[in-house]
C-alpha cells in the first residue's frame, strides 16, 4: 500500500516543469558553488586556496560548500510538496482512495525523499563535471582526485549530502503538515535555516550545537567548527524522529476541511 | 420519517439494505454544532438528494462520511462498513466533494492515473471513465485549461474510477452553465440506471427533484426529513392561485375561503391570494365563490414541489439559515 502511494506521488513529482526545474536549479545552483570557489582561489587566499583544491578531496569541495543552498532548496520543495495539498484541496481526494493516513503520509515521504535525492544526485554529478573542466582552466592538478582516497571522499561527501537532503526534506514536509500552506511553509522554513539560526547563534553560540539546521548542515559537511559530524548526526536523527512523529500524529488526528 | 420506520420500508423494498446509515451523528467545531443528532436511512438503488440550504451541515455530513472529518458523536454505516474505519468501505465509493481538486500542471489522464495508482486500481479504468465523462478527446491537456464544466467532469470521472457501490456528489452542478446542469443531470441519471447508489447533495432543491427519487433534508445540522420523493409531493396540502374578476371583490373572497377553513395569503403586487385548502377541490373553491356571488378570473393549481415541502415542513419561508445559526464557511 505504500508502494502505492509512493507511485501515485512520483506521478506527480515527475511533471517536466517541477522535474526539470528542480533537477537544473539544482545543478545550477552546485555548479555555481563551484565555479566560483575556482575562479576566486588564489595561490595563498580565497574561498579556498589552490593547494587545497588539488588536495584528494578537492573534487567535492564545491558541492560540499553548496550543501546549505541545496539543503534549503530541498526543504522548500518538500514542504511546498506537502502544503499543496492542503491549498489545492487534492488531499481530500487522496483520502478517498487512500483513506489509511500513515500509509499515505509514508508514501508521500518517501516519494518526495527519493525525488530530491536524485535531484541532489544529479546536481552534484553536474558539479562534480564542472570542478574538473573549472580544475583544467585554473591549472589545478587533478591526479590526487581520482586515487583511492579522492574518490573514497567523493563517495563519503555524496552519502552525507543525501542523508542531509533526507534531513532537510523531512523538516520541510513536518512543517508543511502543520502550516499547510506552501508560501507560508517555504517562507517560515528559509526564514529560520538563513536567518533566525544564524542570529541566535552569532547571540548565544553555544546553541549552535542544538539547532536543527546547524546539526544537519554538519551531516552534509561532515562535520563543522562547534557541531561535530556525529554530534549532528545524532542530533539530526533527533530532529527528524520527532519531525515525523508530530508529523504523523496531526495528520492522523485532523479533520481535512481544505 | 423516521430512521426506523426509512428501514421498515427499505427492508421491504426490492432494494433491500440501506447504503448509508447513521445514528445521532454529530460534529461540533469548538463551541459550534453544525451537525446534529443525524440519523440517516438512505436505501440502496436510489438517487438521493442531500437538500439544504447553505450552512445546513451538508457538506460536514459528507465528510464525516468519507472519514475526512472524525464525528463528536454517533455512529453509521456505509455498504455494511463503519464510519469509524473508512478503509473498509471507501474502496466501494466514489466521491466529488465541494469543487474538483486536481493537479494544475497534470493533464487530465495523469490526474486519473495518481489516483488510480493510490487506490491500487487498474490503470486500464482511466480511459472508460474519462470517455463516459466525455472528456477522452482532452484528456492529454493540462486540468489547469479545463472550463469550470470539464473541471466537474473530471471529478466525476474520478469518482467513477473505483466502480464504485456508492456515489456521493457534493455540489456537482455548482458554477455549471445551463447546458452543463443538463448534461450533469443525464450522467447522474446514468448511474443509477447502473444500480449505483447516488447521494448527491445541493441547496437547489429544484435541481435535486428533477433527479433524486429519494430526498433527505436539514436545515441548521438537524434532519428535517426523509423519504421518497413521490410520498412527500403526494403528502402536500393542495394550494391554489385564486383571483376574483372584480379587484373589489378580493376582501370578500378571502372572507368566505377563510370562513371555509382555508389558510388564505396574499400574494404581493396582485390581486390574486394563495390559498391552502386543506380536503377541497378546485370545484369547492369555484362553488364557495359563485355562492358569494363571486366570478373567479383565475383558479390554478400550484405545482407541488419539494421546495414547498421543505419550507412546509421548517415552518420558514426563506431558505436562509436562520441568524445566529450560520455555519461560516464549513457547510
Keep these: 500500500m505504500t508502494w502505492a502511494a509512493f507511485t501515485s506521488e512520483w506521478t506527480k513529482l515527475r511533471r517536466p516543469t517541477l522535474l526539470l526545474s528542480t533537477f537544473l536549479g539544482l545543478a545550477f545552483a552546485a555548479s555555481l558553488f563551484v565555479v566560483l570557489m575556482f575562479s576566486q582561489a588564489t595561490a595563498h587566499g580565497g574561498i579556498v586556496t589552490l593547494h587545497q583544491l588539488a588536495q584528494p578531496n578537492g573534487l567535492v569541495i564545491g558541492v560540499a560548500r553548496a550543501s546549505m543552498l541545496l539543503g534549503v532548496v530541498a526543504f522548500g520543495i518538500a514542504a511546498s510538496q506537502v502544503a499543496s495539498e492542503y491549498s489545492l484541496g487534492t488531499l481530500r481526494q487522496l483520502l478517498v482512495r487512500q483513506p489509511r493516513r500513515a500509509v499515505l503520509l509514508a508514501g508521500k515521504m518517501l516519494g518526495t525523499i527519493t525525488f530530491l535525492v536524485l535531484a541532489l544526485c544529479f546536481a552534484a554529478v553536474i558539479a562534480l563535471i564542472v570542478a574538473v573542466v573549472a580544475a583544467h582552466s585554473r591549472g589545478v592538478p587533478t591526479s590526487a582526485w581520482f586515487t583511492g582516497t579522492g574518490l573514497g571522499d567523493m563517495f563519503r561527501e555524496l552519502g552525507d549530502l543525501a542523508l542531509a537532503t533526507i534531513g532537510y526534506s523531512i523538516l520541510g514536509m513536518a512543517l508543511g503538515q502543520f502550516v499547510r500552506s506552501a508560501v507560508f511553509a517555504v517562507i517560515v522554513g528559509f526564514a529560520w535555516l538563513i536567518a533566525v539560526e544564524n542570529i541566535i547563534t552569532r547571540i548565544v553560540p553555544s546553541t549552535e550545537q542544538w539547532l536543527p539546521g546547524a546539526s544537519i548542515t554538519a551531516v552534509a559537511s561532515g562535520g563543522v567548527e562547534g557541531v561535530g559530524y556525529a554530534h549532528g548526526m545524532i542530533l539530526g536523527a533527533v530532529y527528524v524522529t520527532v519531525a515525523i512523529a508530530a508529523a504523523m500524529t496531526v495528520f492522523l488526528r485532523s479533520d481535512v476541511t481544505a | ?331
Design chain 2, 1 to 331: 420519517m423516521t430512521m426506523q420506520q426509512a428501514m421498515d420500508r427499505t427492508d421491504e423494498s426490492p432494494r433491500g439494505q440501506l447504503a448509508v446509515s447513521t445514528t445521532g451523528l454529530t460534529k461540533r467545531f469548538a463551541d459550534r454544532t453544525v451537525v446534529d443528532g443525524l440519523a440517516l436511512a438512505i436505501p440502496s438503488g436510489s438517487v438521493c438528494g442531500f437538500v439544504g440550504p447553505n450552512g445546513a451541515g451538508k457538506t460536514t455530513t459528507i465528510r464525516m462520511l468519507l472519514g475526512l472529518v472524525r464525528p463528536t458523536s454517533g455512529s453509521g454505516t456505509i455498504l455494511g462498513g463503519s464510519i469509524s474505519e473508512p478503509a473498509s468501505y471507501l474502496d466501494k465509493v466514489g466521491a466529488l466533494i465541494e469543487s474538483p481538486a486536481f493537479y494544475p500542471q497534470l493533464s487530465g489522464r495523469d490526474n486519473l492515473k495518481a489516483l488510480a495508482r493510490l487506490g491500487q486500481l487498474p490503470l486500464a479504468a482511466v480511459d472508460p471513465v474519462l470517455e463516459r465523462s466525455g472528456l477522452l478527446a482532452r484528456a492529454g491537456d493540462k486540468y489547469r485549461s479545463y472550463s469550470l464544466g470539464m473541471k466537474q467532469r473530471l471529478g466525476i470521472a474520478a469518482a467513477m474510477l473505483a466502480s464504485p457501490r456508492l456515489l456521493i456528489l457534493d455540489e456537482p452542478t455548482n458554477g455549471l452553465d445551463p447546458g452543463g446542469i443538463v448534461e450533469m443531470r443525464g450522467l447522474i441519471r446514468s448511474f443509477a440506471g447502473d444500480g449505483i447508489t447516488v447521494l448527491v447533495s445541493s441547496h437547489l432543491i429544484s435541481e435535486i427533484e428533477q433527479i433524486c427519487d429519494y430526498v433527505v433534508m436539514i436545515r441548521a445540522g438537524r434532519l428535517v426529513h426523509q423519504g421518497s420523493v413521490g410520498e412527500l409531493r403526494a403528502a402536500q396540502q393542495p394550494q391554489f392561485i385564486v383571483a376574483a374578476e372584480r379587484d373589489a371583490d378580493l376582501p370578500l373572497l378571502t372572507g368566505l375561503l377563510q370562513e371555509a377553513g382555508c389558510a388564505v395569503t396574499p400574494r404581493p403586487a396582485e390581486t390574486a391570494v394563495l390559498v391552502e385548502a386543506p380536503g377541497l377541490g378546485a370545484a369547492d373553491l369555484n362553488r364557495l365563490a359563485a355562492s358569494g356571488g363571486i366570478t373567479l378570473r383565475q383558479l390554478t393549481e400550484s405545482t407541488r414541489s419539494l421546495e414547498r415541502a421543505f419550507f412546509a415542513l421548517t415552518g420558514t419561508a426563506s431558505a436562509d439559515v436562520p441568524a445566529g445559526q450560520e455555519m461560516g464557511a464549513i457547510r
